[in-house]
């Protein structure tokens, strides 16, 4: 890292920091760094099944096929990783959960509170349905224009970050959206995920500093 890069990250720092787009306890980062449980998943698009249960009036599961024919959203937001660093106007393209809600394809019970997100080696996390039908969560395929690489999730994974100007809008730290994803299940009441049992905060949220239990 050159010592103007260092001075440029500074100087974006300040004006984020300012401007209220950098949470307490964040550093802005140009890169992507790779953090996630267990080793990447080898994708088969002929087995993978995007699979919807619980608390819904009928069980849903999606071939990679059938999931790609779905309309798409695309959004840019800044993430920020509990581990402290977060990067800014990230854009993302993928299927929200409120348009397979308006197709019908899922149809909620009215005890329908929670999402425990279900994703390869056993991983979850869980959120409040009602920030997974926030516009800044998005089911997602493809990250700046490109498809997913395979360490950052591919084929699908959850994204939850923070949009510009959007102060209405709650926003968990990333690891609220799962690599990997494969499905989701509808719960009346919160259940923890894997990072959660093991001590992160459960609402983990970024304006809080809501990092661990």
Same mark, same amino acid.
């Given at each position: ?71 798409? #959203? =695309? ?12 990067? !800014?106007? %990230?854009?993302? $393209? *993928? ?28 991983? #979850? =996390? ?12 998005? !089911?997602? %395929?493809?990250? $700046? *224009? ?68």
């Amino acid at each position: 890292m050159t010592l103007d890069s260092v001075f440029r990250r500074r100087e974006n720092e300040r004006i984020a920091r300012q401007s209220g787009r950098l949470p307490p306890g964040q550093s802005l980062t140009e890169k992507f760094p790779v953090l996630h449980y267990g080793m990447v998943p080898v994708f088969d698009p002929d087995a993978w099944r995007f699979k919807v249960w619980g608390d819904v009036e009928q069980p849903l599961a999606l071939t990679w096929q059938q999931f790609n024919q779905l309309p798409r #959203s =695309t959004i840019t937001m800044d993430l920020h990783c509990v581990t402290t660093w977060s990067k !800014l106007d %990230t854009t993302w $393209e *993928g299927v929200s959960l409120r348009t397979l809600l308006d197709m019908g394809l899922i149809k909620l019970l009215p005890t329908a509170r929670y999402v425990l997100q279900h994703a390869e080696h056993g991983y #979850s =996390t869980n959120l409040p349905l009602a920030i997974m039908l926030q516009e800044n969560f998005l !089911l997602a %395929t493809h990250f $700046e *224009g490109a498809p997913i690489t395979p360490d950052h999730g591919y084929p699908l994974r959850g994204v939850v970050g923070a949009i510009p100007g959007r102060d209405d809008l709650k926003t968990p730290y990333l690891w609220k959206g799962a690599k990997w994803l494969y499905g989701l299940e509808f719960m009346p009441a919160d259940r923890m995920g894997f990072w959660e049992r093991a001590g992160y905060h459960n609402q983990a949220d970024i304006w809080k500093e809501e990092r661990f239990a």
